[in-house]
């Protein structure tokens, strides 16, 4: 048997196999494909405070190794999700990441003394500070360097659970901005948001989705994911990080782990093959027999350099 327990500071996950948020669903959605019991983890689609319509259709559309979107955080809000949906997760025992992001500081404070009332159904927060579909409310300003370090430092006031900061590739020196969100009370970081690009109808001469531009996300995005993840660890090997960006397959997380990620989020694959999670987390048990690997500490930033030390 492989030993796939992932520890990450106080939190104990059974393998390292999560899903990237809004790919999945908001409770149990994927339930005739996916055992959500043997997942990691699930992370849950953004939450926010008050409830949100999102963008008008077409919110999605389909490119090269890839899809965009621009949903615009469509959610219930805070209180159905406390309602409804934590209920669910603590009564079948699912390891439960509520990710969330506000419109202000302020709501991004009240969500995290909300939440941790209810700390003993959560296993962690992963801040949405990356959202690159949202217009109105200030959820874009958050690209501001200083906004999310303000911002990381309101929730750590507010809460004892362990956070995640989701950024965003586009923030510029990423190895900064990690560094300035642990600085701020993070203590851990999501890797990577979608980046956002843009796709035309050349018929209608529209863009092909509502927003015009969108998140691009899936196997184009993975090298620059993997680049991400690796260079981070290299640098940070003590900061957990959540990987996401395309990964498909039970050889896409291989390369993640080896590269140090901690956990590795299954996002647009979902959309594809909505067993990925169940066939990525046999695929990498299995990986681990071949390779005679007993544990997954021994694969996890195992990468080899061309270049001696
Ligand atoms: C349709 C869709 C909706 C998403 N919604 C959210 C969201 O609500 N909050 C968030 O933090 N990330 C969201 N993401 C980003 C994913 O969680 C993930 O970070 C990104 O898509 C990269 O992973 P992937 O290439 O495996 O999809 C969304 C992605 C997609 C494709």
Known sequence: MVDLTTKIGPLRFKNPVTVASGTFGVKDELKDFVDYQKLGAVITKTITLHPRPGNPMPRICETPAGMLNAIGLQNKGLFEFVENKIPYFRKNRIPLIVNIAGESTADFS??????????????????????????????????????????????????????????????????????????????????????????????????????????????????????????????????????????TTWEDAVEFLIAGADLVAVGTANF??????????????????????????????????????
């Open 110 to 247: 009240r969500m995290a003394r909300a939440l941790d009332y209810h700390r003993k159904s959560i296993t962690a927060l992963e801040l949405n500070l990356s959202c690159p579909n949202v217009e109105a409310g200030g959820v874009r300003a958050i690209r501001e360097k200083k906004l999310i370090a303000k911002t990381i430092r309101a929730v750590r006031k507010n809460t004892r659970l362990f956070l995640f900061a989701k950024l965003s590739p586009e923030l510029g020196d990423v190895l900064e901005s990690v560094r300035e969100a642990v600085r701020a009370g993070a203590n851990g970081v999501s890797l990577i948001n979608t980046v956002r690009g843009m796709a035309i109808d050349i018929r209608s001469r529209r863009p092909r989705i509502w927003a015009g531009t969108g998140g691009l996300s899936g196997p184009a995005l993975r090298p620059i994911a993997l680049r991400y993840v690796y260079e981070v660890k290299q640098a940070m090997p003590q900061v957990p990080v959540i990987a996401s960006g395309g990964i």
């Open 272 to 309: 594809v093959n909505p067993r990925a999670t169940m066939d990525i987390l046999s695929g990498v048990r299995v990986f681990c027999q071949k390779e005679k690997i007993k544990s997954i500490r021994e694969l996890r930033g195992s990468l080899v350099s061309y270049r001696r030390s």
